[in-house]
Nanobody, 124 residues
Framework: QVLFVESGGGLVQPGGSLRLSCAAS????????IGWFRQAPGKEREGISCISNNGGATYFADSVKGRFTISRDNAKSTAYLAMNSLKPEDTGVYYC?????????????????WGIGTLVTVSS
């Protein structure tokens, strides 16, 4: 099966931190842009961060800019999302996926190799 496997989610208090991992399973992700996406309860899936295949370009949604950092380790076919200063509105299921080239923004449309996600809950 060819997909990403997300991990690292959990329950955290407001102001806390988490680091999510996104490991490629059944393929090598080195040639692709990788994106992180979030789906909050009752809302559509949104792109929050993308990183280009060599890590030279990154994108962050305004809602997470300055708080989240994206990185990747191509030797491990794994991408990471470091989340700091977490807010209750960051709660949701976090997914990663890939696309070829560098998309405008970081839209879920056109992405592939979706995993099943990891749940992040920010609550006191």
């Amino acid at each position: 099966q060819v997909l990403f496997v997300e991990s690292g989610g959990g329950l955290v208090q407001p102001g806390g931190s988490l680091r999510l991992s996104c490991a490629a399973s059944g393929f090598t992700s080195n040639d692709y842009t990788i994106g992180w996406f979030r789906q909050a309860p009752g809302k559509e899936r949104e792109g929050i961060s993308c990183i280009s295949n060599n890590g030279g370009a990154t994108y962050f949604a305004d809602s997470v800019k300055g708080r989240f950092t994206i990185s990747r380790d191509n030797a491990k076919s794994t991408a990471y999302l470091a989340m700091n200063s977490l807010k209750p509105e960051d709660t949701g299921v976090y997914y990663c996926a890939a696309t070829s080239g560098w998309p405008h923004g970081c839209p879920p449309v056109g992405m592939f190799y979706w995993g099943i996600g990891t749940l992040v809950t920010v609550s006191s």
